[in-house]
């Protein structure tokens, strides 16, 4: 299956983990390289089988879904994406894993073209997974204190910025702000880098966080 984005699905649960297997080696895009009951087990076999996504329980026995992330990711040079699966969105859990390094979140009662199409966004798109969700538990959690960051963006920067807390695309940004996908891209770097955030989730919870954004 040459080419195919390679998953690992962690679940303490055998069920969830044999329906998402069956679900997504079904595609012929999707091929789940590995399995994981526990936090630790995870952490264990993203680092034997380097996927492109780890779908994560956020609740699982030894270490939970927020502790094996940050382990994923502090660990390995070219992390793969984490999506987190869990039963209620606006579990506590969920915005701590983001908070982790999660580029975001399922729940378990998604429907099997929803998981499909999720897998591929994350590792294949420059797009927010579910952006509307991710602003309302960031809104949420939101802070009236203005970070040191927002400061040192620039006019254009701040804009993008803007636009990507709304889960624009590059390509719906550029269009937007008429200029090319490349400048928007080298724009979303400095952003990443001035805010401190892993990806474009992370700088969405950082301008909301710091008050750059402020919920409607």
């Not at 807390?165 to 400095?190: D, Q």
Request: proline content about 4%; hydrophobic content about 50%; glycine content about 6%.
């Amino acid at each position: 299956m040459s080419g195919a984005i390679r998953v690992v699905v962690a679940d303490d649960e055998r069920m969830v983990r044999t329906a998402l297997r069956v679900i997504l080696d079904a595609e012929p895009d999707l091929e789940v390289v590995g399995e994981a009951t526990t936090g630790a087990e995870a952490v264990s076999v993203v680092r034997a089988k380097l996927p492109d996504v780890v779908l994560m329980d956020v609740r699982m026995p030894e270490i939970d879904g927020i502790r094996a992330t940050e382990q994923i990711l502090a660990t390995l040079a070219a992390p793969p994406k984490i999506v987190v699966v869990t039963t209620f969105e606006n579990d506590s859990y969920v915005y701590d894993a983001l908070r982790a390094g999660a580029c975001g979140f399922l729940l378990k009662r998604a429907a099997a073209e929803e998981l499909i199409q999720a897998v591929r966004l994350v590792a294949r798109s420059d797009s927010l997974l579910f952006p509307a969700q991710v602003r309302e538990l960031a809104a949420r959690h939101s802070s009236a204190r203005t970070a040191t960051w927002t400061a040192r963006l620039t006019e254009r920067e701040a804009e993008v910025l803007r636009l990507m807390t709304t889960g624009l695309t590059n390509a719906e940004i550029a269009g937007r702000i008429g200029v090319g996908p490349a400048t928007v891209k080298t724009h979303v770097a400095s952003v990443l880098a001035k805010t401190g955030a892993r990806d474009r989730t992370q700088a969405v919870i950082a301008a909301y966080e710091s008050g750059f954004v402020r919920p409607r």
